[in-house]
């Protein structure tokens, strides 16, 4: 059973550094995508990035390429999301999902495009001005 763990949220201060963390576990494929997803209560869920576990291959939504860094620890299957200088529009649940590309040529962007399969419960993060 493919689960997916999202960590690191809290409460921080504007202008902090924070990095989340998703660990992904029970896949038995090894190509695949982890994508991370924010929801505002009332909004739409938006993609944040992504990344795919061959090639490395990353996307980063517009608003997301100044201070969101993604990256992927293989061996842990952990993804992660470094986000800089947070400020209070950032406040948001922050999901991480996953795909499975085995049988997929699609490149991140359409990946995060779409509905990804495998869903974690979300960490809340909330930042203060």
């Known amino acids: 059973e493919v689960q997916l763990q999202a960590s690191g949220g809290g409460l921080v201060q504007a202008g902090e550094s924070r990095r989340l963390s998703c660990a992904a576990s029970?896949?038995?494929?090894?190509?695949?995508?982890i994508g991370w997803f924010r929801q505002v209560p009332g909004k739409e869920r938006e993609g944040i990035s992504g990344?795919?576990?061959?090639?490395?291959?990353?996307w980063y939504a517009d608003s997301a390429k100044d201070r969101f860094t993604i990256s992927l620890d293989v061996t842990s299957n952990t993804v992660y999301l470094q986000i800089s200088n947070l400020n209070p529009e950032d406040t948001a649940v922050y999901y991480c999902?996953?795909?499975?590309?085995?049988?997929?040529?699609?490149?991140?962007?359409?990946?995060?495009?779409?509905?990804?399969?495998?869903w974690g419960k979300g960490t809340q993060v909330t930042v203060s001005s």
């Open positions: 999902a996953a795909e499975d590309l085995t049988h997929s040529l699609a490149n991140i962007a359409t990946v995060m495009g779409n509905k990804m399969r495998y």
């Open positions: 029970g896949f038995d494929f090894h190509d695949y995508a």
């Open positions: 990344i795919m576990s061959i090639g490395r291959d990353t």
